[in-house]
């Protein structure tokens, strides 16, 4: 009990101590604050960055795989390929082959101005079969897409973005109406859901999306059966890996490549995408977070040059209260006790301010941002560390002085 009273006594005696001097302890707490601040607010930037990237991925589609063309090596050698060695034919075969591959759907993509009437539009142009659809989980806000005999016979229909069409049709129903691109007229059959920024940055909402033998004819110039890319869906998540193997033998077979020949392609998975993400952003954080706790640092050595000026004007009160019977242990503990409400009175008004930081950033970013209660658990007891650390030496510079000399001392 007596060991609680000590403690409870060094409290007040330390209260009372930074409460005698509140600009100087508003000072030396604002390293400490803005360290703090800092730390939560990055951490919550970086977890909700993480957030919407993944929400983002998980747009691409449903347990999707894509396929990339890509130069290979043989023999030593590496090869530029003049066009894509991806065809319509290897997307069948995909599904045809593989036990762990739901559909797949080869495309073109080009972009291009739509114009309709007096409004014009830069859009993504994607050449592609209705899969396409099923696959990115793209429903439609009004409208339908082509039926099959528009995809085998290449009729000059299309299906808008959202963006797209507010960008050429305003409040207008933009359906049954043509828009033209280059020199051709598109009658627009449906307007798709809104979908928003795509992992890398482009708005998957100001796109234009028609059958794979329309753009072939009327867009894009290339070899018969050709396709930039091919998107796959895996029949489950738990079979994603599965079908990327399963894939890549398609592939290789199909493409006669030798066993110790570089694939002329590559597959990605969502997976893939989320861990490269978070490789990006955890070390992004981890920078962020070392700069914030630079701040932290030269916040607590602060608290103690404050600490040690602080111990200087008190060694007369020091020497009388060991005078009484203050034991070295009970300066020790007061002294402590002083730093350590500086650094927690720091830790507390950080935390506030970062809670006002990200609920701003949350605002004006439209990011899921919240206050991670172990961020905060993390800053306090960080902030409350570098109060015992930088607030040892002088507690017990304070508390080896000569009680003599310290009575002396004017």
Known sequence: MSTLLRI????????????????????????????????????????????????????????ALIVFPRSARASGVRTLLSGSRLSELDADALVRESTSIKAATPFLRASGTVIFEGQNAKASIIGTRTSYFEIRNWKLQRGEAWNGTSEALGEKVVVIGSETASE????????????????????????????????????????????????????????????????????SEEVTERAKK?????????????????DDFMVRSQSEFRQMQDAIFGALSALLIGIATVSLVVGGIGVMNIMLVSVTERTREIGIRMAIGAREMDILVQFLMEALALATLGGIVGSTLGYGMILGFGAALDWPMKLEPMSLVVALGVSTTIGLVFGFFPARRAARMDPVLALGRE
Do not use: W
């Open 246 to 262: 399963q894939a890549e033998a398609i592939l290789r077979d199909r493409h006669h490549i030798g066993e110790n020949d570089e």
């Open 168 to 235: 050429l049709f305003g409040s207008s129903d933009p359906i049954g109406r043509t828009v033209r691109i280059g020199r051709h007229p598109y009658r627009v059959l449906g307007v798709l859901e809104e979908k928003g920024p795509s992992p890398f940055g482009q708005s998957q909402d100001e796109i234009v999306l028609m059958p794979m033998a329309t753009i072939r004819s009327h867009i894009l110039v290339g070899r018969r059966g050709d396709t930039h890319a091919i998107l796959m869906s895996a029949a």
């Open 8 to 63: 409870l006594s060094a409290i007040a005696i330390a209260v009372r101590a930074v409460a005698r001097n509140k600009l100087r302890a508003a000072l030396t707490i604002l390293g400490i604050t803005i360290g703090v601040a800092a730390v939560v607010t990055v951490t919550a930037l970086a977890a909700g960055a993480r957030s919407s990237i993944n929400d983002q991925i998980s747009n691409l589609g449903s347990n």
